[in-house]
């Protein structure tokens, strides 16, 4: 299993467990591209901070 397989088999199981599968990002630059990266992990954290809040779990 890769990466991508990874990301899509986690997104189904927050659906699953109703977590937004948007708490599952997945970027793709090299180490050259910095540019790349940073504005990756802007989107990332305004995505983030857009979403609800996690529900509360109890395993009770």
Same mark, same amino acid.
């Given at each position: 299993?890769? #990466? $991508? !397989?990874? *990301?899509? /088999?986690?997104?189904?199981?927050?659906?699953?467990?109703?977590? %937004?599968?948007?708490?599952?990002?997945? $970027?793709?630059? %090299? &180490?050259?591209? *910095?540019? #790349? $990266? *940073?504005? %990756? *992990?802007?989107?990332? &954290?305004?995505?983030? !901070? &857009? /979403? +609800? +809040? /996690? +529900?509360?779990?109890? +395993?009770?």
């Amino acid at each position: 299993m890769n #990466t $991508y !397989e990874h *990301v899509l /088999l986690l997104k189904k199981i927050f659906n699953r467990i109703g977590i %937004s599968e948007d708490r599952i990002q997945q $970027y793709f630059c %090299s &180490a050259a591209e *910095v540019e #790349t $990266y *940073v504005a %990756s *992990v802007e989107d990332i &954290a305004k995505k983030v !901070e &857009a /979403l +609800p +809040p /996690l +529900p509360k779990f109890n +395993p009770n």
